[in-house]
């Protein structure tokens, strides 16, 4: 049965079936560049009121340095108590 079919046959099939899946909302997924409107301006537009509140890249960099280096002096200490408390109890097992 196989060798009825036409590659040309088949490849219409597959054209026609896509061709009837396509609706518009697929074709705005498509990422089509689309000139935004008035509303969409004034929406991505900066805001005077919200300026004291924007934060800065370099002092996020700073802050989220400051607090991995904060993290693993955390880490580190817990493990030294951690390793304190069991060879206490070592020592005090073999006494």
Same mark, same amino acid.
């Given at each position: 049965?196989?060798?009825? *079919?036409?590659?040309?046959?088949l490849?219409?099939? $597959?054209? &026609?079936?896509? /061709?009837?899946?396509?609706?518009?909302?697929?074709?705005?997924?498509?990422?089509?560049h689309?000139?935004?409107?008035?509303?969409e301006?004034?929406? *991505?537009?900066e805001?005077?009121?919200l300026?004291? $509140?924007? &934060?800065?890249? /370099?002092?996020?960099?700073?802050?989220?340095?400051?607090g991995d280096v904060?993290?693993?002096?955390?880490?580190?200490?817990?493990?030294?108590?951690?390793?304190?408390?069991?060879?206490?109890?070592?020592?005090?097992?073999?006494?």
């Amino acid at each position: 049965m196989a060798f009825f *079919l036409n590659k040309s046959t088949l490849a219409s099939h $597959f054209r &026609s079936t896509s /061709q009837k899946i396509e609706d518009p909302v697929s074709l705005s997924r498509r990422q089509f560049h689309v000139e935004p409107g008035t509303r969409e301006k004034a929406l *991505l537009a900066e805001d005077a009121a919200l300026k004291p $509140f924007k &934060s800065y890249k /370099q002092s996020v960099k700073k802050l989220r340095k400051i607090g991995d280096v904060l993290t693993i002096v955390v880490v580190a200490g817990c493990c030294y108590e951690i390793y304190v408390k069991a060879s206490t109890r070592e020592e005090a097992r073999k006494q």
